[in-house]
């Protein structure tokens, strides 16, 4: 494992991945998603950027010697700053009625309506994908609203049911097993191969509200 200057800034580690990729490991997803803008913005040559929660792997690099060598000269300056602003946030609606609702509700200690109001007071950020094609995990809920899983995963969960697990929230973007408690659905197509231009809806960096429908 090598490690640089950008070690003691904004990751851990700096490594390749076997001979063609490089992983970096950061802080938190917030190093993450700038590394990944950086990335992009400064032209460095790679097929695919993946953030994930503490790491973003180039994937597709050239030049591996040479792109590490510019990711540990990496200052935290260099970094752009978070993205602002209401023009990348994609409001998804929810009939809340998932099957967990109510036990959301006993273990916020609130009603089920309190939960619905919560719910669509935050504002979430798409992490990034993984579980299934398009399966998002998003961020943003409180530390103290975290919820556990169920002790015994369901063995389907329908397409567009709105979940939450720990302090993540997710949407299912097909029929799959999942143990994350259920507060609803959404009819909005998470995940469509015929958008050949973004086929997952919530790719890693979007922004997240629900709206009761």
Excluded: K
């Excluded at 050239?62 to 300056?77: C, F, K, N, V, Y």
């Excluded at 409180?142 to 979940?163: D, I, M, N, Q």
């Excluded at 998470?190 to 958008?195: E, P």
Aim: aromatic share 6%; glycine share 8%; net charge negative.
């Amino acid at each position: 494992m090598s490690t640089g200057p950008l070690s003691a800034l904004v990751a851990h580690a700096v490594r390749t991945v076997g001979e063609h990729a490089v992983l970096v490991e950061v802080a938190d997803t917030a190093t993450a998603h700038a590394v990944v803008a950086w990335v992009r913005e400064s032209g460095m040559a790679c097929v695919d950027v993946v953030p994930a929660a503490r790491t973003v792997l180039l994937d597709g690099v050239a030049d591996t010697a040479a792109a590490m060598i510019r990711l540990r000269s990496l200052q935290p300056h260099d970094l752009p700053p978070a993205p602002a602003g209401e023009h990348d946030v994609v409001v998804l609606p929810v009939h809340y009625d998932g099957a967990d609702l109510a036990l959301v509700a006993r273990t916020w200690g609130v009603d089920v309506d309190e939960v619905v109001t919560r719910h669509t007071s935050l504002t979430f950020v798409s992490d990034f994908c993984g579980f299934s094609p398009g399966f998002a995990y998003l961020s943003g809920m409180p530390s103290e609203w975290r919820v556990p899983r169920l002790s015994s995963p369901r063995t389907r969960v329908p397409a567009g049911s709105v979940a939450l697990a720990d302090t993540w929230c997710g949407v299912y973007p097909t029929p799959s097993p999942g143990g994350w408690l259920l507060l609803g659905h959404t009819d909005v197509e998470i995940f469509d191969v015929t958008r050949t231009d973004a086929p997952a809806l919530l790719a890693p960096g979007t922004r997240v509200r629900f709206t009761a429908a």
